[in-house]
């Protein structure tokens, strides 16, 4: 299978053949260069200028098994979220190609993670780290399958300007969201207080004066917040009220105007957008109704097609992990 990116200048690609699949696709800075990046996250919508992904493996039911195995919580998400383990990988790199030139096309740059093998969920590389203004925080997930990730981005660590360490309790990057002010915190499956705990010290050690927001659910089986909760545009959020408990959901309705989406936008991922800029969002094709609201306020919603991806339950913000946002 080949996949192209289209009006690229040839010294400007890299070629390989991945998984049996062979991909072109746009040389970046952790394949050619060792420059520093100069870590900056003010926010989840300021423009985006790096950001980190990494191609999709095969699902190798062995491996999840001899890395950490079955456990609660995951049978909680399993049971709650109906996913489905077994996505054609190959599609889901075609549409992360898509996605990854719409991103180049707008003038951001693409990071590549490199591949562990055996590893289904490295394609989401939001959860093992996430950066606050200017620190890049290596993440600290529960499960030991999804620890093995981080090797895939030992590149990126030796790079950022910044780096800090969470090293007690458990706390992925698809809990963490970023607004102007505060870092709301979703305390899901694979969050604990623990993990909030050492990220409140950590900042605080580093001097970063952010209110840090936990965030609490109605029920079990939520895998991270940014699947009933997310910021498209400043000021607004995506959000399925039945998720949280009442104090959780009145603090969000008291700091955004919150956009409702339904049960079955909730299930199809259409809360996990992401902001390219201010102004500018890529969503699901199948989200017009919410597409047209944020038109309504000025947002430029760009859809396209990212089913295959979100058959695990994660979308376009669960597989980017921003550098610099300006």
Not at 19 to 30: C, D, P, Q, S
Not at 65 to 91: A, S, T, V
Request: hydrophobic share 40%; glycine share 6%; with cysteine.
């Amino acid at each position: 299978m080949l996949f192209t990116l289209k009006n690229t200048k040839s010294e400007n690609l890299h070629s390989c053949n991945y998984r049996g699949a062979h991909i072109v696709f746009i040389k970046t800075m952790n394949q050619t260069d060792n420059n520093t990046i100069n870590i900056h996250i003010p926010s989840e919508t300021a423009t985006l200028k790096i950001v980190v992904t990494c191609f999709a493996n095969p699902i190798v039911l062995r491996s999840i098994l001899q890395n950490g195995g079955i456990d609660i919580p995951l049978l909680h998400q399993l049971w709650y979220n109906k996913f489905n383990f077994f996505y054609d990988y190959k599609k889901v790199i075609a549409q992360q190609l898509a996605f990854i030139e719409l991103m180049q096309s707008n003038g951001i740059e693409v990071l590549h993670a490199e591949p562990v093998i055996g590893c289904a969920t490295q394609h989401y590389t939001r959860d093992i780290g996430f950066a606050i203004d200017h620190i890049f925080f290596r993440a600290n997930p529960r499960r030991p399958y999804r620890q093995r990730e981080l090797a895939g981005i030992k590149n990126i660590f030796t790079r950022v300007s910044n780096l800090a360490t969470l090293d007690s309790g458990s706390i992925e990057g698809g809990d963490v969201i970023v607004d102007e002010k505060n870092i709301i915190v979703g305390l899901s499956e694979e969050t604990n207080r623990s993990g909030i705990n050492c990220l409140c010290d950590k900042l605080a050690e580093l001097g970063i004066a952010r209110e840090v927001v936990p965030i609490e659910f109605s029920h079990r089986g939520i895998i991270h917040l940014d699947t009933k909760f997310n910021i498209p545009a400043q000021g607004l959020g995506f959000i399925h009220p039945k998720s949280f408990k009442p104090a959780s959901l009145k603090w969000l309705e008291n700091n955004f105007d919150l956009i409702e989406a339904t049960d079955q936008e909730t299930r199809q991922l259409e809360i996990n957008t992401f902001a390219l800029s201010p102004k500018k969002v890529v969503m699901r094709e199948s989200s017009e109704r919410l597409a047209s609201i944020l038109a309504g306020k000025g947002i430029e919603p760009v859809l396209i097609d990212y089913s295959e991806v979100t058959k695990l339950p994660g979308s376009f913000r669960c597989t980017t992990l921003p550098l610099v946002r300006c």
